[in-house]
């Protein structure tokens, strides 16, 4: 059942036994000090290999705002999907074991998108990351808004998520690196707003997923997508003004 004032967190979660400890404690904390109507924080395991899923779940036995969700094979999209549809929140926060932000969170809550973007390629932003890294994101935006013909700049890392957003939630196909492509991608053609914010982008850790080994997948993926799209395989809602309305704005 839903909550129009409870906050989601979901988190997609892969062989994190290093840091989900230690994850789970500060986003526990960080959240405890928003002005917050309630909170769940949905942990999204997925084909660990590792003891990710037993600390999960132990973390979880003692701590009742915390839930989790398992998956049988490592898929970033899918678990992200998964956590969306379990939601209990009226409002969702989809972040990285180890890339999260308060300051986006709090700015995102204020924000009236139906969708909010921590855009690191805006301006105000400051990207730490690699040359590499940085080039690559700005590359993918740019294959993503000139294959899928939308305005979109930025859609990896942290977003917020209100009611009308998490209802197409059902009608994305693609998963792995695309899952939040195609839902923002959706979103868009369907008319809901999508807010950016400039945030810092300080990896804590290098990529486990090689940039170069990701990019045939990636160009596949996308034609893949537009195709659909275009042929409506992706069935939209009639209109936007059927949707959920959103929880109210933070103050």
Not at 10 to 35: H, R, S
Not at 44 to 64: F, K, L, Q
Not at 113 to 125: C, T
């Amino acid at each position: 059942m839903t909550d129009a004032g409870t906050l989601s967190v979901v988190v997609p979660v892969f062989n994190e036994e290093q840091i989900l400890k230690d994850t789970v404690e500060e986003l526990l904390a960080g959240l405890a000090n928003l002005p917050l109507g309630g909170f769940e924080l949905i942990l999204c395991e997925n084909g660990s290999t590792d003891g990710t899923r037993e600390i999960a779940y132990s973390v979880a036995a003692t701590c009742p705002v915390v839930r989790v969700i398992t998956l049988d094979r490592a898929d970033y999209g899918a678990a992200l999907r998964a956590g969306l549809l379990a939601a209990q929140g009226g409002t969702a926060v989809s972040f990285d074991a180890d890339y999260y932000d308060f300051d986006f969170l709090q700015g995102a809550l204020a924000n009236a998108g139906d969708v909010v973007v921590a855009s690191k390629g805006m301006s105000g932003s400051d990207d730490r990351r690699s040359m590499l890294r940085r080039l690559a994101s700005r590359s993918f935006g740019l294959l993503t808004r000139s294959l899928l013909g939308v305005k979109v700049r930025e859609t990896h890392g942290m977003k917020l998520f209100r009611a009308p957003a998490l209802s197409l939630v059902p009608l994305i196909e693609a998963t792995r690196d695309l899952f939040d492509t195609e839902l923002l991608a959706v979103a868009e053609l369907e008319g809901l707003t999508i807010g950016e914010l400039p945030i810092t982008t300080q990896e804590k850790r290098p990529s486990r997923s090689g940039i170069l080994s990701r990019v045939p997948r990636t160009i596949v993926g996308l034609l893949d997508m537009r195709a659909r799209l275009r042929a409506g395989h992706v069935p939209l809602p009639a209109t936007v003004s059927q949707l959920p309305s959103p929880m109210p704005d933070a103050a």
